[in-house]
């Protein structure tokens, strides 16, 4: 499977963006996808994810900020408002399918203050 992310851009922090990731399968191929960031000098991290029965869930630090939402063919998405500094990251679409995490390239998020 191949997923493609876009969307991201240089923002002042309060504004927001929407990002976009294009799955090459239907979405319902999969149990759930996700979005995950990666900050330059730290870890990967877990931003918010949808199941396949539409249950969505967040990271404390996006909660009522993000909004993880699909279409019903091959595009997950991802609300971004209010925007902080600490926001900047690139940004990754995942999902697991036949036994393995498949990630997409990224879309690069900056936040200005």
């Known amino acids: 499977v191949q997923l493609v992310e876009s969307g991201g851009g240089l923002v002042q922090a309060g504004g927001s963006l929407r990002l976009s990731c294009v799955a090459s399968l239907n979405i319902f191929s999969f149990t759930a996808m996700h979005w995950y960031r990666q900050a330059p000098g730290r870890e990967r991290e877990y931003v918010a994810a949808?199941?396949?029965?539409?249950?969505t869930r967040y990271t404390d630090s996006v909660q009522g900020r993000f909004t993880i939402s699909r279409d019903t063919k091959s595009t997950l998405y991802l609300q971004m408002n209010s925007l902080k500094p600490e926001d900047t990251a690139t940004y990754y679409c995942k999902v697991f399918y036949r036994g393995r995490d498949h990630w997409g390239q990224g879309t690069q998020v900056t936040v200005s203050s």
């Open positions: 949808m199941a396949s029965n539409g249950v």
